[in-house]
């Protein structure tokens, strides 16, 4: 087995991440929710205004997986969070410690940022995900619920 390697993504991964976007998006059954083009990558990763950054894990040459983080604030601590996004291992790289590997990536950057937490979100019924994560030591948030405005309730919301 060739060696896992995580680097910061660059302009040129943007279509290797729009296709992990629509993988991730497949599993998660929601493919026809990705609107998101090669172009939109480009400007919210990489773009002059990004606060958003992407990750690449390879395994030898070939990517096998990504990640999509940025850091938030928690009024409470008087620090920054790093919140993930969106963080996927192609099928066949499952099992291989790259979700592991990527994870602890990030972690070693909220420590080195000074952070106060490392927060992302799972959905319920993804049990191997949720397995995992607990076996690392991260703790679901039961108290808090989400809550979320997009598309014409943001617009009409925004406009009122």
Same mark, same amino acid.
């Given at each position: 087995m060739a060696e896992l390697t995580i680097r910061k993504a660059t302009e040129k991964d943007a279509?290797?991440?729009?296709?992990?976007?629509?993988?991730?998006?497949? @599993?998660?059954?929601?493919?026809?929710?990705?609107t998101a083009t090669e172009a939109d990558i480009k400007t919210s990763l990489f773009g002059d205004s990004a606060n958003a950054h992407a990750l690449i894990c390879s395994n030898g040459e070939t990517p096998v997986g990504f990640?999509?983080?940025?850091?938030? @604030?928690?009024?409470?601590?008087?620090?920054?969070?790093? @919140?993930?996004e969106d963080l996927y291992v192609s099928p066949e790289s499952r099992g291989t410690g790259a979700?592991?590997?990527?994870?602890?990536h990030l972690a070693g950057i909220a420590v080195n940022k000074n952070c106060g937490r490392f927060e992302w979100s799972v959905l319920d019924w993804n049990a191997?995900?949720?397995?995992?994560?607990?076996?690392?030591?991260?703790?679901?948030?039961?108290?808090?619920?989400? @809550?979320?405005?997009?598309?014409?309730?943001?617009?009409a919301f925004a406009g009122s």
């Open positions: 279509g290797l991440i729009l296709r992990f976007v629509k993988e991730l998006a497949g @599993y998660e059954k929601a493919v026809h929710e990705v990640a999509v983080y940025f850091f938030n @604030y928690s009024t409470w601590l008087g620090k920054n969070g790093l @919140y993930l979700g592991k590997a990527i994870l602890k191997p995900a949720i397995q995992f994560y607990e076996s690392i030591g991260a703790r679901p948030m039961n108290e808090w619920v989400s @809550y979320r405005l997009d598309g014409n309730a943001l617009a």
